[in-house]
């Protein structure tokens, strides 16, 4: 059994925050973001705009653009490390909005690697059997995980959420590859509230909260780490499924640094026309990175029948990840 997308789906907040925005309140300037990142803008949510509801909005387009109603999918796993609750899980509130009452939900979270998690754990259901129609969604709040003071981060991210819909089809599938390494995890952390035990000092004030719900990032070990094993995982996901180069069409990479898409290409030795992007526009919006470019690539006519896409994801974790699709 192979995993077809039958549609695909996405919302930005409104509000666009530009370079020249961020200079205002850190100490950057357009010319440098652009130049270090690709980065012109990013969409941040206003105080109506959750992680749920973005993934609503990316989920009713997704299902809108596949011809398919709610009660269709028997599976919804959102991609998510902002979520607004611990419980309920965010794909149960999404399942709610939606309507999608037979659905089995839950949440996943592998950080930036995450829909591309989400979409290898669909496609073993699908090909298994278990399930037939899965509505897979990646949506970040992460300006509630911002240190807005930190120029070194705030000037990546974004807010957005990106979905596709995911049939089973005649057909054997691709093999996905996938690695972890958990040793390396300081490089991109998120003090959560889930880690109670440095909260309180002697005299039971919060001395960690300060620190707390940020995004923490050691940039130039991240950068290392992609540019290295993205183009790794993605000859292995080759190899493994005995395709070569020019077998693909295009390359759905992460949106995390232009710079990093450009040392990619570059070490693949293949145009960089092949590697769409879009940061420019959204910035890096994590786990939703990937379905988003999907769906501007699919509204903007540049993905056609029977074209084959290496999406790769890679983050926090450390986690990274391809899989052909087959378009
Ligand atoms: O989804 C995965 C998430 N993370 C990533 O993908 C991050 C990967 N890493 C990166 O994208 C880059 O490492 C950054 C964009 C975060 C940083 O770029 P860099 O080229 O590695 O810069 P750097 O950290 O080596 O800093 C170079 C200089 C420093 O100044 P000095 O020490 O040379 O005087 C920084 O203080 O640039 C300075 N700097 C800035 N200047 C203006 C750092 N951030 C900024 C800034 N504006 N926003």
Redesign the pocket.
């Known amino acids: 059994m192979k995993g077809k997308i039958c549609g695909t789906g996405a919302y930005v907040p409104q509000n666009r925050m530009d370079n020249d925005q ?2 205002t309140f ?4 357009d010319e ?2 652009k130049e ?2 690709g980065v012109e803008a990013r969409h941040i949510a206003g105080t109506e705009e959750t992680t749920v509801s973005m993934a609503v909005m990316a989920g009713k387009r997704a299902l809108a653009n596949a011809g398919i109603t709610a009660e269709e999918i028997d599976l919804l796993i959102v991609s998510t490390t902002s979520s607004n609750l611990i419980l309920p899980c965010t794909a149960c509130e999404v399942q709610k909005e939606l309507g999608a009452n037979r659905a089995t939900c839950f949440d996943l979270s592998a ?2 690697t995450g829909f591309l998690l989400a979409y290898n754990t669909a496609l073993a259901y699908l090909n298994s059997g278990v399930y037939h129609t899965a509505l897979l969604i990646g949506s970040e709040c992460l300006s509630n995980l911002m240190d807005w003071k930190d ?7 974004g807010d957005g959420a990106g979905a596709v819909v995911l049939k089973g089809t005649d057909g054997d599938m691709y093999f996905p590859v996938t690695h972890s390494d958990g040793t390396k995890g300081e490089a ?1 952390t998120c003090k959560s509230r889930h880690d109670w035990s440095n909260l309180y000092d002697d005299s039971g004030a919060s001395a960690m909260q300060d620190q707390m719900h940020r995004i923490g ?7 290392r780490f ?1 540019v290295k094993r993205v183009p790794e995982i993605i000859g292995e996901v080759l190899t493994q499924n005995h395709m070569s180069k020019e077998d693909i069409a295009l390359y759905v990479l ?1 949106q ?2 232009k ?2 898409v450009e040392a990619v290409a570059k070490r693949l030795d293949e145009p960089i026309e092949k590697f769409p992007m879009n940061l420019q526009e959204y910035g ?1 919006t ?1 786990s939703a ?1 990937i379905p988003i470019l999907l769906d501007d690539l699919h509204q903007s006519g540049k993905l056609h029948e029977g074209d084959k896409l290496v999406l790769a994801g ?3 974790g450390l986690t990274w990840g391809a899989v052909i699709v087959e378009w």
């Open positions: 961020i200079a850190v100490d950057t300037n440098w973001i270090r990142t950080a930036c120029r070194g981060t705030c000037i990546l991210f991109l990032m050691d940039g130039q070990a991240v950068f992609a992460h995390a640094n710079r990093i890096n994590s990175s890679f983050g926090a």
